[in-house]
C-alpha cells in the first residue's frame, strides 16, 4: 500500500518563476492538505482539497493556488516565486471526515529560489 | 487564534533513558485534538501520538505517552526507554474539532547520546 507520495523531491527556481509540486495521496485518500515548511520552522497551512474543490486556505497569497484531479492527486502551484517562497513543502492526506483518519504526510519538495 | 508553543529548541538525552518534551497551546475551543509528530531528517512527517481533549485518559503508543492537562492547556510528551532512531525533530501540534488545518509548534530537536 503506498503511501503519500510528492515529485520533485527538490526543485531550484529563479525568482519570479513559476513552479508546479504534485501529490498523490495514500490509497484509500479523497482529501489533500498542502503546508509550507521554512528552514526552522513547522509547518504551515497552504490549503486543502476534497472534491476538487478547496475546502479552506491558511494566511497565503493568491500566488500559492492548486488543483486536485479526479483521482485525488493534487498540484500546488506557486506564480512569481519569491526568496521567501523557499521552503519544504509538504502534502499531507486524510479521508473526510478526517477525524476516522490521520493525516498521513509525503517526503516533501525542497524548493530553493535563487 | 489559537497557537501550539514548544519551548525547547533543542534537548539531549542518554540511550535508554527517559526524556520529556514540553508543549502549551492556547485555545478557547473545548473541542480539538493535539498530536505529536515526529520528523527525521529523511523528513517524511510521521505522527508519534494523539490525544482527543474530551478523553480524560492521557494516549499511549508502546514507548510514547503523553501528559495532557486540559486546564493548563499543556501536552507533554514522554518518551522511554530512548533509542537511536528517536532522533529527529519533534512537533506538537493542535486542529480543533470540525476545522481543516493542522497547527504546529516550531518544534524541539531531539538528541540521543549513545
Known amino acids: 500500500d503506498a503511501g503519500v507520495t510528492q515529485s520533485p523531491t527538490h526543485l531550484i527556481k529563479t525568482r519570479g518563476q513559476q513552479v508546479t509540486l504534485r501529490c498523490s495521496p495514500k490509497s484509500g485518500h479523497d482529501t489533500v492538505s498542502w503546508y509550507q515548511q521554512a528552514l526552522g520552522q513547522g509547518p504551515q497551512f497552504i490549503f486543502q482539497y476534497y472534491e476538487e474543490e478547496e475546502r479552506q486556505r491558511g494566511n497565503f497569497p493568491d500566488r500559492f493556488s492548486g488543483h486536485q484531479f479526479p483521482n485525488y492527486s493534487s498540484e500546488l502551484n506557486v506564480n512569481a516565486l519569491l526568496l521567501g517562497d523557499s521552503a519544504l513543502y509538504l502534502c499531507?492526506?486524510?479521508?473526510?471526515?478526517?477525524?476516522?483518519?490521520?493525516?498521513?504526510f509525503g517526503p516533501g519538495t525542497r524548493l530553493l529560489v535563487l | 487564534a489559537q497557537t501550539v508553543t514548544q519551548s525547547q529548541p533543542e534537548m539531549s538525552v542518554q540511550e535508554a533513558e527517559t526524556v520529556t518534551l514540553s508543549c502549551t497551546y492556547d485555545?478557547?475551543?473545548?473541542?480539538?485534538?493535539l498530536f505529536w509528530y515526529k520528523q527525521p531528517p529523511s523528513r517524511q512527517m510521521i505522527l508519534v501520538i494523539r490525544q482527543e481533549a474530551y478523553k480524560q485518559q492521557n494516549a499511549t503508543e508502546n514507548r510514547f505517552s503523553v501528559n495532557f492537562q486540559k486546564a493548563a492547556k499543556s501536552f507533554s510528551l514522554k518518551i522511554s526507554d530512548s533509542q537511536l532512531g528517536d532522533a529527529a525533530m519533534y512537533f506538537c501540534a493542535y486542529l480543533m474539532n470540525r476545522d481543516d488545518k493542522i497547527i504546529f509548534g516550531k518544534g524541539t530537536r531531539l538528541h540521543i547520546l549513545p
Open positions: 485555545t478557547s475551543e473545548s473541542d480539538y485534538y
Open positions: 499531507a492526506s486524510s479521508r473526510l471526515p478526517w477525524l476516522e483518519e490521520t493525516q498521513y
